[in-house]
């Protein structure tokens, strides 16, 4: 058995280049985001006061009301005005502890850059967050008028914190409308779990599958590397190996007889009956296998099912 290498292995390398490239970027613009988070919390504060666990930074200049991990910053203005609402608001992310769901995303989103889904995820669970956090302050007696106008007041306020829970976040449209919906249910708040399942297979659908294929006798054709682009672009990883974590390569076996369509495809290395059932269809679904040797044409397929 001769064991083929891939023609198309550089294309591969600089795809893994690029990737390494994309995560250097992000994780680099995260450090600098939060240096710059550090600093700002210190620097040109008036006082620093410690309350039930949770430590408010007053500001002299103007600054967007923002908490991060334990921390409360506030300007001086914010704080005699209109100080309750907002320390209620940032007291709730820090309750919620928002700011670890903050850092799990980063990590995600450094690690899957080239997901859009990654980016969409990290935008509604922010989202999620205000309308925790806006909720607490309602839950503690606030009025529900004077709360969205002060809303709209900051929301024309812009910060470069983008790792943090600001007072403004989110799109207020759509937090005064959160604000003003009727409660739910407690099984209609329960129903969100169900989503879990289907972002976690969103972002990692697009983890590393690969495919090789050791044949006898012969180089491959280009219709043989139209079948293993096929099988990198449209294979997916079954939603419930992905769940409980199952990997490893299913090894399959085609027989091909002189001029006809593929006949025969069989597993002969098994992981799970879902990743085999996905390598036997994504197979089978590919483009039109054909030989031109006489007799029967045996090929031994590698695909390798990998999480990491």
Sequence with gaps: MITQSNPSNWIGTCMIIGYLIGVTFFLFRKIIEWIELRRTIHQGQLWVHDEQGIRIHCHLNPIVPFSWMNHIVISEKDYHENGKQILLHET??????HSWDIIWLSI???LQWFNPFVWMLSKDIQDIHEYEADDFVLRHGENAHDYQLLMIEKAAF????SITNRFNNSQIKKRISMINKQPSSPWAKIKFLY????MLFVICIFSPISASIPQEGSELSPEMQATLNHIARYIKYPTDAFEKGIQGKVVLELHLRENEHQNTVKVIESVSPSLDAEAVRIIKDSPI????????FRYII????NLK
């Design 108 to 110: 995600i989103e450094i």
């Design 92 to 97: 709730a992310h820090i309750r919620c502890h």
């Design 289 to 296: 296998w054909k030989t031109s040797h006489k007799g029967i």
């Design 158 to 161: 812009q910060s470069s914190l």
């Design 195 to 198: 989503l879990i399942p289907i």
């Design 302 to 305: 590698s695909i390798h099912f």
